[in-house]
């Protein structure tokens, strides 16, 4: 394969706040990716670190009786101790207290000072500590802060501004050059709309009577930087810029910054202009991915909803909550977290799936077929074939949606590979066929074997530790270092398979919500979700023609239906009928469906798909996901069809 170069940072974490899901998510996000480049046989570098300085910081260590720089040097340990207990395989952790750091945004000051990019004048706003940014009172909310909510303080001040308005025309330019460099494309809208209106200067300085834990400004002492303006350049002060410049031109020009949404404007819009004013190319890409939820809400210290990675790491091990988070956000759309969700996916992927076909396998073998990996041969050869195919096929599509952040997606086709070698088993019955034909047997068990191995090596990224002891344990080793070294037939008959117990034992779900795995029950000719469509059987003067109750036009003219596209479609675990379906209908944001039509449509062939969705009826939980409206369907006795516009119309165009 060919080689390339890939550079993967997440958000520097502030180093007051204690750990939760959401940074372990993007810190996994990151290091699955880093671990997928490293097996395209890239030259990958992955940073991670933590944002140290600010006004939060200095008055938590003045409360503890320490100096702010005591406080980060303890805090700041327990985030570079924590990510290799989660399988983090950060190349460089930076701080923004470290010499190598604030050298660095000292130099971009005073080039930028010296520039004229950077003038001195007056300010006058709000001020929300929380975020550490100002307001202008039209932004408040209830005169509240418009990102938490939180207290404001009024102030006026002279202070340091970045020329950033000028950049404006620039980077709309760039945004339309280049479709990529902003993912998803919602929130690429959503940065062209905010640069739709005039874009402000930014203000980049404090007066150290007020803040001084920061870096000083190089032409004023009085002042120290603001927060983001010293925290975004980690990206590049940790590559070598002004220290290591050959490294830096190798590194920055591939590098990819994941973000939560959050965090949108300051990357895309502050950070793109500073790098436009120092003449230093914009990064590759900028990743954003959304939140995760509880209960469709955002979790806060304050509803005591947080989600601790570490119990649940401790709880049902590292490989679990990987795959998890890896499988179950759509990189770009929020997502709900909750355990009975969590223990879902492990009992279906990877106990049922993966566990048991390894287990059964290397059980098998170890019974029946003197305990090594077995001698290859045919065992069916239409069928060999046709596992050997999807194995080959495997790594290149693997590739290509890593490649576009399409995690959860590389994750299902791989898992599609497991479950096919399961039916494969299943199909050629080594346990039934190895009295009369042990070598057939033996070529169903290698063939099934070495698919496996396949799948795990591309499983391997987001379960590094449990993919590795199931390689081991079915006569692979240890992985190969690249996926150009992944050839069929590596596995050596004669290797004793030594795997000893399931690798992923179930656990008991607490408590099922939603209905039946059956899946939902639902109004003819509706397939979701949302229950009762129609208001039916109420109103009217006896039957229709058709011979259901006739409703008065109101109560159909209170129906919104309009026509949506299907942007990605999978599996239920556990739910044999249902499809989890994100769908544009023309909103802000794509729309979660779960609708009963999996015995009709793969998820695969759903996507692209045009439908129709009732889209006013009230959310409503399906299998303990939360459904927003319901689709249309046809049923006759060949079963259930889609009901679709007969050309391609706009999302939310109106179905009357
Ligand atoms: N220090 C700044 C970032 C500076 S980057 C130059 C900061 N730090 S933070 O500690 O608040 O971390 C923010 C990041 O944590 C988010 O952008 C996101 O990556 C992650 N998450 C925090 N809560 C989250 C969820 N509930 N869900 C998913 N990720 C979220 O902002």
Redesign the pocket.
Known sequence: MANGTFYVT?????VN?KP????A??TILADVLARYHRLFGEETFFLTGV?EHGQKVEEAARKRGVTPQQHCDELSEKFRALWPTLDVTNDDFIRTTEPRHERVVAQALQRLWDAGEIYRGEYEGFYSPRVEKFFSEEELVDGKCPETGGEVFKLKEANYFFRMGKYRERLVEHLRANPGFIVPESRRNEVLGFLGRPLQDLCISRPKSRLAWGIPLPFDADYVTY??FD??I??VSAIGLHADEARFGRLWPHCNH??????LT??CVY?TTMLMALGIPLPRRIVA?????VDQT??SKSLGNVIDPLALRDKYGVDSLRYFLMREMVVGLDADFSEEAFLRRHNYDLANDVGNLANRVVKFVQRSLGGKVPAPGVADAARDAEVRAQAEALPGRVRELVGGIRIEAAIEQTMALVRRVNRYVAETEPFKRVKDDPANAAASCYNALEALRFALHLLWPVMPSKCEQILAGIGAGAPVSTLADLRWGALVPGTPLTLDAPPFPRHEVPALGGPSPAGPTHSPGAAGGGGNAAGRGTAGEGPSPSGAARIPYDAFAKIDLRVATVLTAESVPGAKKLVKLSVDAGESAPRRLVAGIAEAYKPEDLVGRQLIVVANLEPRKVFGIESNGMILAAHDDAGLAIVAPIRSVQPGGKVS
Not at 10 to 14: F, Q, V
Not at 258 to 263: E, F, H, Q, S, T
Not at 289 to 293: I, N, P, T
């Open positions: 997440t958000p520097i974490y502030y706040d939760h899901i959401g940074h998510y993007t944002d927060v983001w925290a975004l980690n990206y994941l973000i939560g949404k959050d965090i300051t990357h950070w991915h959304g939140w995760w939820l955002k979790m």
